[in-house]
């Protein structure tokens, strides 16, 4: 109750301030919570263990790519009881990302708007602050880093961007996750396309073989996917994705449609919409996806989780694990609690 009753408090004066400053004062908070030892005061997240692409999770709630992009608020999100913590989009080169504002809530539908553009330090940042986390060096859980382009890199050079990051990233990595469906860089999600998705899966695997060796060590790749794909894409994708031998999807990311919203303020803003409006769109493509890929392939279900109910229908759809963020941002932290209680065996 603790974790309700604070974020109760906090939410009304948060949601007084532009939505990307609310970002930065909420995850400045979860680290000094975190330093001082308040954090341990929230109520404690049951433990449900699985395992999923060889790795084993202390329950099947991660977070989100995009939450803590840097990776500079590692150890404050971890005290939030997930059972994985998923970092990035990260590109090679630190980008500023798109102009302000970027970033919109639409409360009437529990809903975001976001054309961040991979805003981030650079994939060197990304590890300097991974390395240095007590999270990381005290091998507290699974860390997923998730790896993009940057937007002036020309999009028949993409898989050079992805390739460096896929470098730098295996060695901290407990999985490595590949971001090919934002609607935010130009020309992304033409990657999906069966042709370049087909060249990017086979050299990322060649990478992730010659890398295994290397280090002694396989780390899974993961290829996150949009929610705006047909059945055909979908059985194109699953293809590629089983014939690549990749190790997961992750099903799905923030969409383009605006039906569920088009009347709303700031609902015609461009970008990706995320929150409950997208849950039944990316609910029904993971379980296409399922439908395509059987057991052979795990997936990661993630797309306007909002409650208990919303993460065990991700579950029954197909779904190996889940993922939240923009629940986050109108139920607060005890959202994890709950999803993993809902999720318990």
Not at 52 to 65: I, R, S, T, Y
Not at 283 to 292: M, P, Q, S
């Amino acid at each position: 109750m603790l974790d309700k009753l604070l974020y109760a408090l906090a939410r009304p004066a948060l949601f007084s301030f532009a939505p990307e400053t609310a970002h930065h004062l909420t995850m400045a908070g979860l680290r000094y919570a975190n330093a001082l030892g308040v954090a341990r005061l929230l109520p404690s997240v049951p433990a449900a263990p699985r395992r999923v692409m060889g790795l084993d999770f202390k329950n099947p709630v991660g977070l989100a790519a995009g939450l803590d992009k840097d990776g500079a608020y590692i150890d404050g999100v971890a005290a939030l009881g997930f059972g994985f913590i998923e970092l990035g989009t990260v590109t090679p080169r630190a980008q500023a990302g798109n102009p302000l504002p970027r970033m919109f809530r639409l409360p009437q539908a529990h809903a975001v708007i976001n054309r961040m553009g991979f805003n981030n330090g650079g994939v060197d940042a990304l590890v300097a602050n991974v390395v240095k986390s007590a999270f990381y060096q005290e091998k507290k859980g699974i860390l997923g880093l998730n790896i993009g382009k940057n937007a002036d890199t020309p999009i028949e050079r993409a898989v050079d961007d992805y390739l460096h990051c896929l470098e730098k990233v295996y060695p901290h990595a407990s999985y490595v996750a590949v971001n090919i469906s934002s609607p935010n860089t130009k020309n992304l999600r033409q990657l999906q396309d069966a042709s370049e998705l087909d060249s990017l899966l086979q050299q990322l695997k060649q990478a992730q073989l010659r890398l295994a060796e290397q280090h002694k060590r396989y780390v899974p790749l993961a290829l996150k996917i949009a929610p705006d794909i047909d059945g055909e894409q979908i059985k194109h994708i699953a293809a590629a994705l089983l014939r690549h031998q990749i190790d997961a999807v992750i099903a799905t990311n923030t969409t383009i449609a605006r039906d569920a919203v088009k009347d709303l303020p700031h609902g015609l803003e461009t970008g990706g919409l995320s929150g409950a409006p997208v849950f039944a769109q990316s609910t029904a493509v993971l379980a296409a996806f399922k439908a395509e890929v059987g057991d052979a392939l795990p997936i990661i279900g993630v797309g306007g989780i909002m409650n208990g109910a919303d993460a065990r229908a991700k579950i029954a759809a197909g779904a190996s694990l889940v993922q939240l963020y923009s629940g986050l941002i109108y139920r607060g932290p005890a959202l994890v609690g709950e999803c993993v209680r809902a999720l318990q065996d």
